[in-house]
């Protein structure tokens, strides 16, 4: 072989060689990060300084964190039937006998139960009551994000649901400030052919956790409507109670009545979807 050739032979290797040094340098930028470089396309140059490089690169990328949240708060529920206490009943659902749990798949997560009261008075008339707690626990997710974000967001949502029930008069919103982190109470009246039932909707968040208190009543076969002051004021009693439930099953009892978050909104977003709740087609159990 002449010495051309072979020469001509060498510089063809050697353009092959920078060639695939060059399209391996060019993959590589284009799929990993900047300090991977070195660790995934080092030169064949074989030197120990760049081996080593190499190793402390590749160490330095597997021991980064992994995007994290923090961990909910709240990790469990309390028994929804217990979350109120006999004297409480007794107040709002007089005539009631027991609750009424909710269907759950998982009670840790959501949970609920509810009251019927009927106070038959004959020809006098009948008092109706309607009660029902409703519980909803959230996780943290690295996807969606923390769990109290997410409980936030539900309790924007609840809110709006309430305020923005199809046939609802005289609807009135008020933020409440000593329960829970954040607490928004809802009433309005709802006309039926039993009568006109007033409904109190108190929805508070505490921690990654929402509880919302439906608590509604009406004067049946001519007795007198209840006054709407009064069932507000029970109706925010009796979720106030409910989230210190909520908190204590937890182990933190001083939160149910603490100052609201710094995270808390001071008004939920009037922007939210809304669809009627499920408290406005709640009928009058039948007499007896």
Do not use: H
Not at 169 to 192: F, H, M, N, W
């Amino acid at each position: 072989m002449s010495e051309g050739t072979m020469q001509r032979r060498v510089q063809r290797d050697q353009r092959d060689q920078r060639a695939k040094r060059m399209n391996r340098v060019l993959v590589c930028a284009a799929a990993v990060p900047v300090m991977l470089v070195a660790a995934g396309c080092s030169s064949d140059s074989g030197s120990g300084d760049s081996t080593d490089k190499a190793a402390n690169a590749a160490a330095s990328a597997s021991a980064s964190p992994s995007p994290t949240v923090a961990a909910a708060a709240y990790g469990k529920l309390p028994e929804p039937c217990k979350v109120l206490s006999k004297k409480t009943l007794k107040d709002l659902v007089p005539k009631s006998k027991s609750g009424k749990e909710g269907k759950s798949d998982d009670i840790s997560t959501r949970a609920g139960c509810s009251w019927n009261s009927l106070d038959n008075n004959g020809v006098k008339g009948s008092q109706f009551r309607w009660l029902n707690v409703s519980m909803l626990r959230f996780e943290s997710d690295a996807t969606r994000g923390p769990a109290d974000k997410l409980a936030q967001e539900y309790y924007a949502k609840q809110v709006q649901d309430a305020q923005g029930v199809d046939g609802a008069k005289s609807t009135k919103s008020e933020p409440v400030t000593d329960i829970g982190d954040q607490a928004t109470a809802v009433r309005y009246e709802l006309k039926k052919k039993e009568g006109t039932f007033k409904q109190q909707t108190v929805v508070a968040r505490v921690e990654n956790v929402v509880v919302t208190l439906d608590y509604n009543g009406a004067g049946l076969a001519g007795d007198k409507a209840p006054s709407a002051d009064d069932l507000t004021k029970d109706a925010k009693k009796a979720a106030e109670e409910a989230v210190k439930a909520v908190s204590e099953a937890n182990g933190a009892g001083g939160k149910a009545g603490g100052a609201p978050s710094k995270e808390a909104s001071k008004s939920p977003s009037k922007e939210a979807s809304s669809s009627p709740s499920k408290s406005s087609s709640e009928k009058p159990a039948s007499k007896s």
